[in-house]
């Protein structure tokens, strides 16, 4: 059974950090584009950062560069999140994807086959 499960999510107070982990299951990592997307109430799922399996190549969007780094360990089978100096607009539900037969960077939701659960992160004083 193929599964992603997220972890790291919570409260913090804005200019805080959290790391979120997304552990894959039933398939490897290694051979796959990854990505985080993240969710407010009433709006539409956006992608934030992914990073390729071909070259590790990243993107970001612009409202996350220089405070969020996509990272994977492939040993673990796991990918991450580190998300520094965080603002209030960043509450958002926040989902890890996986996109088969991607070899490029892609922050489009369509683009990705299997999902995570989601974990929320809450940015507030």
């Known amino acids: 059974q193929l599964q992603l499960v997220e972890s790291g999510g919570g409260l913090v107070q804005p200019g805080g950090s959290l790391r979120l982990s997304c552990v894959a299951s039933g398939f490897t990592l290694d051979y796959y584009t990854i990505g985080w997307f993240r969710q407010a109430p009433g709006k539409g799922r956006e992608g934030v950062s992914c990073?390729?399996?071909?070259?590790?190549?990243?993107d970001y969007a612009d409202d996350v560069k220089g405070r969020f780094t996509i990272s994977r360990d492939n040993t673990k089978n796991t990918m991450y999140l580190q998300m520094n100096s965080l603002k209030p607009e960043d509450t958002s539900v926040y989902f890890c994807?996986?996109?088969?037969?991607?070899?490029?960077?892609?922050?489009?939701?369509?683009?990705?086959?299997?999902w995570g659960q989601g974990t929320q992160v809450t940015v507030s004083s």
């Open positions: 994807a996986v996109a088969v037969g991607m070899v490029v960077v892609s922050n489009t939701a369509s683009d990705y086959d299997y």
């Open positions: 990073i390729t399996s071909v070259d590790g190549s990243t």
